[in-house]
């Protein structure tokens, strides 16, 4: 059972609380290529990305920065390093949020002037703390970039924002090691109501990336920790979105594409089953729907094994069938049962 949260927003989305777990990303692009980040952020929309965050890394950018917020169909999280002043022209130029470490922002004084302008601009913020970010203090404490040592910065950084009165805050406690990044979130809901933003940071490439931030993040799911969640990866942020509703959606979270079953290969394949499902997956991803399709290469895997698919095709000797929750309504050629096929899910 999922944990239940303090909630807060960004923007006009809902975090925490009641809310679903939401799925965020960050553009890879340079700020001053104003309009191929607003159509990058809207291609990650069409994926069903819901939060966006852009890297700010100097005052020279905030007239393209301000540009692209303008734009965005989802609200925009501003990561800020080292320059208080630069936070705080952020949340001038429409952000909804600023993701800091604390811990790099110099005296308490400049994280108290960001705190303000958060609250005169009704912003949240995600308070940042990962393995290469713990405060030296604490680091010297443990003598090493523990899990412990993760959670108590973090909670130390939150005790100074809640002394200054503000509590609109989400958290996010990352390591490129699973391990440490389970232990971490672990710790920290079992000390801390407030929202979790859970991922590991620098993840890799495709495919290890994808099944490092999968182990990781699924086992914390699983266990009801996470409200925001993003696929850290060396890939373009549409592909992080899709893998964070492939995840969501095969731990029966949340979903929004069709989940699609498709059998391995094996000798048994009278066709090109890899060609059809080539020309078949695109096609159902397609669909913003949130059932379970399968692509079954053999009468064997067809409908028997695939019985809970809402909808079905599978090929045998120059033969296509349709079935819907393992029963076949429908043979004939090929192409033409596939037509049909993508036609119901069409009509679905």
């Known amino acids: 059972m999922r944990k239940i949260t303090r909630e807060i927003k960004v923007g006009n989305v809902g975090i925490g609380g009641d809310n679903p777990i939401r799925v965020q990303t960050m553009n890879s692009l340079p700020l001053n290529q104003v309009k191929e980040n607003i159509e990058q952020i809207i291609r990650t929309v069409e994926y069903g990305n819901e939060i966006i965050r852009l890297a700010l890394p100097d005052f020279d950018e905030i007239g393209y920065f301000k540009g692209i917020t303008k734009h965005s169909p989802i609200p925009v999280i ?7 002043r630069l936070a705080i022209e952020a949340l001038k130029a429409g952000a909804s949020a600023i993701r800091i470490n604390p811990g790099n922002f110099g005296s308490k004084r400049n994280l108290e002037e960001i705190i303000k302008a958060s609250k005169d601009y009704q912003a949240a913020i995600r308070i940042g703390v990962n393995s290469g970010s713990i405060d030296k203090k604490i680091l010297k404490k443990y003598g090493e970039r523990s899990a412990e040592a ?3 910065s973090a909670l130390e950084y939150i005790k100074f924002f809640e002394d200054k009165n503000f509590f609109n805050l989400k958290v996010s406690l990352k390591s490129s090691d699973i391990y440490t990044t ?4 672990r710790e920290f809901s079992k000390k801390s109501e407030y929202p979790l933003h859970i991922g590991v940071t620098e993840a890799g490439p495709i495919p290890e990336g994808i099944i490092k931030s999968s182990v990781a993040l699924g086992t914390l799911l699983m266990e009801g920790i996470g409200d925001t969640i993003r696929i850290s990866l060396t890939a373009p942020p549409e592909e992080e979105v899709k893998v964070c509703w492939e995840l969501l959606g095969s731990l029966n979270i949340r979903r929004k594409f069709p989940e699609i079953i498709s059998c391995p290969l094996c000798g048994r394949a009278t066709v090109n089953f890899e060609r059809r499902l ?3 997956i ?10 379970k399709v399968a692509v079954m290469g053999c009468e064997v895997n067809g409908p028997g094994e695939a019985r809970e698919a809402e909808l079905g095709i599978a090929f045998s000797q120059k033969v296509a069938f349709l079935f819907k929750k393992g029963v076949i309504y429908k043979r004939g050629k090929e192409e033409e049962i ?7 899910l069409e009509d679905m």
């Open 78 to 84: 501003a990561d800020i390093h080292f320059h208080y």
């Open 150 to 152: 993760i959670v108590e």
């Open 182 to 185: 389970i232990d971490a979130y």
């Open 278 to 280: 080539k020309e078949i």
């Open 282 to 291: 695109p096609e159902i991803k397609k669909r913003k729907l949130p059932i």
């Open 338 to 344: 596939i037509k049909e096929f993508l036609k119901t």
